[in-house]
């Protein structure tokens, strides 16, 4: 198992290592990139596209780290909430019962 999980991974690796490199290949001429301050120069095609890829994942992986941690203060904030309720739950229940006749007297009757 360990043999056939090994040898996936090198047939996977090679085939982006040969993918990249035909990318790479079909993507060899260069482009000037143009930004509202100026221009950043020449740059091959292929790296330009590597780079806005990698500009994309990583806006895409501060977006997501932000709203995890949005919603782990939010479970954190609701966790927080289910205890207090459970321990309160919990004093609720550990309450005598009244047995009393003057608690008795302070509960309406039904039949007057």
């Given at each position: ?24 290949a079909?993507n ?13 120069g ?37 966790r ?27 509960t ?5």
């Open positions: 198992m360990l043999f056939a999980r090994r040898l996936i991974l090198v047939v996977v690796f090679v085939a982006l290592l040969v993918g990249g490199w035909y990318f790479a079909d060899s001429g260069t482009v000037v990139i143009h930004h509202p301050g100026g221009e950043l020449e740059f091959r095609i292929w790296v330009a596209l590597a780079g806005s890829f990698g500009v994309g994942v990583l806006l895409a992986a501060i977006v997501a780290i932000y709203r995890g941690a949005r919603l782990r203060l939010v479970q954190r904030r609701y927080k909430m289910l205890d207090g309720l459970q321990a309160e739950v919990h004093q609720l229940r550990s309450l005598p019962l009244d047995d009393s006749p003057e608690a008795e007297s302070e309406p009757e039904r039949g007057s």
